[in-house]
Every structure is written in structure tokens, then in C-alpha cells.
């Protein structure tokens, strides 16, 4: 079939090359004229047969909602859009409502892998109706990863691909993969430094890596931190920073809305923030604080830099 797909970078480009792979025709627009194969939505619209499927792979937010609505007064009754960004799922709902306002079909798709979907392929997570769902079905049956007939999973058929229930759905079933990614990484990051501050470990990269066989904590996170241990074994080359592009932040909002207990996806989130801080105020508080009440030592901060009056 022909899929028309909107933004090809990291993600995108290498979804077209897999849905091409597959047997597909991809006709792709991006705003960089080095990657695209057409140079307008109009173009791509226009190189569409009807009924049209449209993939938006697109930054969340205004990017999404711009080229949602763009392609509302572009596309026809019968069409399908899907926003397979990491979009908020209560978006979902707004994009959809407009569309169908002209006929046109809303699909929601969580899609997970990073870069190395074209090789392994995509986890997908689908919201939508049936009827809309059908329509994009052989795409996602392309981008998904294979099942694999010699895994031990119970899932069997049912691994890589779920259509999770209506519009939002599958943004949402995102959503909390998201969290979990977090919580998930942030046990491995503690366990290992954990492991780097004791003498009694000599090969932390060792253990790290005969934890990726055989034991319960076995998953692809691990086998990546194993790969990120290779390629630096003291993780020197970077530092402790780590951004949130706000999946964790939904994830957190909605476990308060339902009064779901997320502690531990709660305090992944907060200690990404805590990684932004070159110098915490809470703890200049706590400090503070001690040196008042009880007389405790505090650290005299770095002198300011002199401005250099020249
Ligand atoms: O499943 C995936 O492939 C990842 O979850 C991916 O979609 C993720 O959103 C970004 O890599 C960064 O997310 P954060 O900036 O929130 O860490």
C-alpha cells in the first residue's frame, strides 16, 4: 500500500526505510529539503491514492498540532491520520475531534525502539477505531518487530502490537512504558553506582555484563548499559545530566489524578531534575538549617568569579 509519512529524522526516516523494505510505497515529507521526497503536504496529499494514510512522526505539541491541522484541510473523507509521536494522549482527543469533522480517521500509535527500530523493529501501541485500525494495519504490520518463534514470552502472537482501546489509548499505553523506562533506568543507574563505589568490586563492566544472562534483572536496558560500559567504561566521557521530554511528567500526573501510589517512577522523574542542578537550594536549605539549629559545618560555596574589569 501507499503510506504518506511527515518528518524523517531519527525516527521517521528510518520507519520509511523498514515500511520500504516491506514492500510499501513511502512518499515522505520533512521541512529539510536533504531528506524529503517531496517538498510540500500538498505534494504529499496530491502523490497519495485515495483512501490516503498519513503518518505524522512529528515533535509533540505545536509540531503535531500544526501539521494535524494542515492536513485536516488537505485530506478527504476516508482518510486516516496517525500521530505516531510522543504526543500527550489527552491531544489525541483534540486531533481526532477536528478530523472528524471532515470524515477523516485518527489513529494514536506509542511507538517504541529509538534507533534501532529499523533493524529490530517497532513496538506499537494503537488507539482508534477499528475501522480506522484496519485501514493502517499492513503499515504496522511492517514496522513491528517479528515474533519470535523461539522466545520463551507468554505473549506469543501478542508481543510488539497491541490495539489498546479507543483514541488516547495508545499514547497512553505509551505513556506508562515511558514511566516504567524511567524507574527502570534508574534502578540499573543506582545498582551501578552502587557497584563503581565499593573497593570489594574490582570488574563493575563484569558484572554488569553476567547480569544480561539467566537472571530475573535481565532486559535490553541492560544489555544497552553493558554496550554504554564498553564504549567507556567509566562513564567519563559524559556527565550526569539527563533531560525529560515530559512522558514521565504525564505519567506522574496521572498516577496522582487516579491516586495510584508511583513511587518509584515518581522518584526516577524527580532525580532526572535533580540531575539539572548544578547546586541544589533544597539541600543549601538543609544545610542551612543544620548549621542553625545544631552549629553543624557547612561547605563555604566557591568564590564568585571576580568580573574581570577590562
Ligand atoms: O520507547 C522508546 O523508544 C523511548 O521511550 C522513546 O520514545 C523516548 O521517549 C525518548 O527516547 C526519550 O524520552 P525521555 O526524554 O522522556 O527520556
Known amino acids: 500500500m501507499q503510506l504518506g509519512l511527515i518528518g524523517l529524522g531519527k525516527m521517521g526516516g528510518n520507519m520509511r526505510e523498514r515500511v520500504r523494505r516491506a514492500g510499501h510505497e513511502v512518499v515522505g515529507y520533512d521541512r529539510s529539503p536533504e531528506l524529503q521526497d517531496v517538498d510540500s503536504l500538498e505534494a504529499l496529499v496530491g502523490a497519495l491514492q485515495a483512501p490516503r494514510v498519513v503518518w505524522v512522526m512529528v515533535p509533540a505539541g505545536d509540531p503535531t498540532r500544526e501539521t494535524v491541522e494542515a492536513l485536516g484541510n488537505l485530506l478527504e473523507a476516508g482518510d486516516v491520520v496517525v500521530d505516531g509521536g510522543n504526543s500527550k494522549f489527552t491531544d489525541d482527543k483534540v486531533h481526532a475531534d477536528l478530523l ?40 504496522f504490520d511492517a514496522l513491528k518487530p517479528p515474533v519470535d518463534k523461539e522466545s520463551d514470552s507468554p505473549a506469543g502472537e501478542g508481543a510488539g502490537f497491541v490495539h489498546a482501546g479507543p483514541v488516547g489509548a495508545g499514547h497512553f499505553a505509551k505513556m506508562v512504558h515511558n514511566g516504567i523506562e524511567y524507574a527502570m533506568m534508574q534502578a540499573y543507574g ?52 539527563a533531560a525529560d521530554s515530559g512522558e514521565g511528567r504525564w505519567t506522574v500526573e496521572q498516577a496522582i489524578e487516579h491516586a495510584v501510589p508511583m513511587p518509584a517512577i515518581s522518584a526516577s522523574l524527580f532525580a532526572r531534575f535533580s540531575s539539572r542542578q548544578d547546586d541544589s537550594p533544597t539541600m543549601k536549605a538543609v544545610a542551612a538549617l543544620r548549621n542553625q539549629f545544631g552549629g553543624h559545618a557547612v561547605q563555604a560555596a566557591k568564590a564568585r568569579e571576580v568580573e574581570d574589569p577590562a
Open 100 to 139: 472528524a469533522t471532515k470524515g477523516i480517521g485518527y489513529v494514536d500509535a506509542g511507538v517504541s525502539g529509538g534507533v534501532w527500530g529499523l533493524q529490530n523493529g517497532y513496538a506499537l501501541m494503537v488507539g482508534g477505531s477499528k475501522e480506522d485500525v484496519a485501514k493502517v494495519q499492513p503499515i
Open 190 to 241: 543506582e545498582g551501578y553506582e552502587l557497584l563503581a563505589a565499593v573497593d570489594l568490586i574490582e570488574d563493575v563492566p563484569g558484572v554488569v555484563a553476567s547480569w544480561t544472562q539467566g537472571t530475573v534483572i535481565r532486559s535490553w536496558l541492560l544489555d544497552l548499559l553493558v554496550r554504554a560500559l564498553q564504549e567507556d567504561p567509566g562513564l567519563d566521557d559524559i556527565t550526569g545530566w
